[in-house]
């Protein structure tokens, strides 16, 4: 569907950026291999994230008084359960992104809906939430999955890559359904920063990238998406990018969003309430 140009966003603001980390922990398939779950050096690694870096960041967070979207694994919370209810208390939103990180793709419709009930008892018994958002864990999914999140409550989803703006995905009845907040590839961390030895993933990697060059680059696009008046999100995760060398990047991008005055910074869930409540009725405006 069209998206309005310019867009209207609350309270006067030039454009929307929803800082999204996803909390991977060491599950599974869609980053590298389930069988690797009991590899203690994969394990170890993955661990890092909510044992270590999450808190790191969720300080930083605070410092710079920002609110973020964390997306879960349900398999993540009911290992962490402690460090989620952190985030929520904090003011955090918590959302879906599966429960041992599947690819959806992969996965048939029956599969996806269990992934999906699984998740939500594990939320709701352990957090007491039943989330709005979901990102799934492997950027893709079949043509019948936002449908399926519909049943469950979702308002929205940060899976697909379509735009620079929020999207409607269409509804199976027809008119609008989901919200969709696109992310792009380029604001994944794991494109300059991550490094496993074995197995050797991203396939290819071989080094790291500057550490200046990669804030550069990140406060560069979120400039530019500003600049046009647009949204903009991130697929950053925190095993990977607060970790204590690294979190001076984040602390430079953070800086630079700082420096407006007339961007709004929001959770998922009120970008995508913001979205339906403008353009919801009877398609965009």
């Known amino acids: ?21 996803d909390v991977d922990g060491p599950s ?87 992934v999906m009930e699984q998740s939500r008892t594990i939320f ?5 939430i039943t989330p709005t958002g979901f990102r799934t864990p492997s950027g893709d999914w079949s043509t019948a999955t ?33 919200v969709e907040l696109p992310a792009r590839w380029d604001m994944d961390d794991y494109t300059a920063l991550a490094y496993f030895e074995d197995p050797a993933f991203p396939s290819g990697l071989d080094r790291l990238a500057d550490y200046r060059a990669v804030m550069h680059n990140w406060s560069a696009e979120f400039q530019g998406y500003h ?10 995760h925190p095993k990977v990018s607060a970790k204590p060398g ?5 602390e430079g991008l953070f800086q630079t969003i700082r420096q407006y005055d007339d961007v709004w910074v929001a959770r998922g869930n009120d970008v995508a309430d913001w979205w339906i409540q403008q353009y919801g009725q009877g398609g965009n405006k």
């Not at 967070?61 to 989620?84: D, E, G, K, M, R």
């Not at 952190?86 to 599969?111: C, K, M, N, P, W």
């Not at 379509?162 to 359904?177: I, L, Q, S, V």
């Not at 600049?227 to 697929?235: A, N, Q, S, V």
Request: proline share 5%.
């Open 246 to 250: 690294r979190l001076s990047i984040l």
């Open 124 to 128: 709701q018994q352990r957090l007491g």
């Open 227 to 236: 600049r046009d008046g647009l949204f903009w999100t991130t697929i950053l």
């Open 1 to 21: 569907m069209l998206t309005p140009s310019p867009i209207r966003w609350p309270a006067g603001y030039r454009s929307a950026v929803a800082l999204a980390f």
């Open 28 to 114: 599974g398939d869609a980053m590298l291999d389930d069988s690797l779950l009991d590899n203690l050096r994969y394990f170890g690694e993955g661990s890092y994230g909510p044992y270590r870096a999450v808190p790191r960041l969720l300080d930083l967070l605070a410092q710079y008084q920002l609110q973020a979207t964390f997306f879960i694994p349900t398999w993540v919370v009911t290992h962490w359960t402690s460090l989620c209810e952190r985030i929520l208390a904090a003011g955090h939103e918590v959302a879906y992104h599966g429960h041992r990180h599947e690819v959806f793709f992969d996965l048939t419709i029956e599969q996806q809906h269990a």
């Open 146 to 178: 936002a449908t399926l999140l519909h049943t469950f409550g979702v308002k929205y989803s940060s899976s697909m890559r379509g735009d620079d703006r929020p999207y409607f995905h269409p509804a199976a009845t027809g008119g609008n359904g989901l």
